[in-house]
T-cell receptor
Framework: GAVVSQHPSWVICKSGTSVKIECRSL??????MFWYRQFPKQSLMLMAT?????????EQGVEKDKFLINHASLTLSTLTVTSAHPEDSSFYIC???????????FGQGTRLTVV | DAKTTQPPSMDCAEGRAANLPCNHS???????VYWYRQIHSQGPQYIIH???NNETNEMASLIITEDRKSSTLILPHATLRDTAVYYC?????????????FGSGTRLLVRP
């Protein structure tokens, strides 16, 4: 299947700082990218959907000013967690939709720990 | 909200077929059923998807009932590496795109 790469795989940051997570589709152009968050022992929760060159669409209850999403090209989307707090500690996963069958392929995830 | 319901857990013996059921009684006519699995602390892995016909690939088979209200994912010869959480998802239309809303999934344990 197609490859979606996330970077970094894990990050520890201090409370109050911002963290940027990158999501790249390596071998296809992603018309749409999605960002999910997953807490321990829970399912994935969709945070937002982004299309290249346009503003992201956020799910209800997700603060757009806290979770900044930029989808600058057909192969790159970034999620910036601004002014991170310990409750933002979670597993963040991106997916990219595109390719032949338009399936969504997922990155390996980024584990964020805010101390 | 997720449009699917799955049993929370199942187990099967290594080498046997694993049959994972999924109910999606409110599915619309043009909505696809997707299956993904997630091994601990990794991103979900695509398995298979279908609309109304049965589908098969190198990983699994997908059987969709004629009324499309339920489906079954079949892993023909389960191995220990198939232990994972399996998610059945209905891909929902959203404006000019689609989105995948994950439910709780089924935790499959493959026993030696």
């Amino acid at each position: 299947g197609a490859v979606v790469s996330q970077h970094p795989s894990w990050v520890i940051c201090k409370s109050g700082t911002s963290v940027k997570i990158e999501c790249r589709s390596l071998d296809f152009q992603a018309t749409t990218m999605f960002w999910y968050r997953q807490f321990p022992k829970q399912s994935l929760m969709l945070m937002a959907t982004s299309n290249e060159g346009s503003k992201a669409t956020y799910e209800q209850g997700v603060e757009k000013d806290k979770f900044l999403i930029n989808h600058a090209s057909l192969t790159l989307s970034t999620l910036t967690v601004t002014s991170a707090h310990p409750e933002d500690s979670s597993f963040y996963i991106c997916s990219a939709e595109g390719g032949i069958g338009n399936e969504a392929f997922f990155g390996q995830g980024t584990r964020l720990t805010v101390v | 909200d997720a449009k699917t319901t799955q049993p929370p857990s199942m187990d099967c013996a290594e080498g046997r077929a694993a049959n994972l059921p999924c109910n999606h009684s409110t599915i619309s006519g043009n909505e696809y059923v997707y299956w993904y699995r997630q091994i601990h602390s990794q991103g979900p892995q695509y398995i298979i998807h279908g609309l109304k016909n049965n589908e098969t690939n190198e990983m699994a088979s997908l059987i969709i009932t004629e009324d499309r209200k339920s489906s079954t994912l079949i892993l023909p010869h389960a191995t220990l590496r198939d232990t994972a959480v399996y998610y059945c998802i209905v891909r929902v239309r959203m404006d000019s795109s689609y989105k995948l809303i994950f439910g709780s999934g089924t935790r499959l344990l493959v026993r030696p």
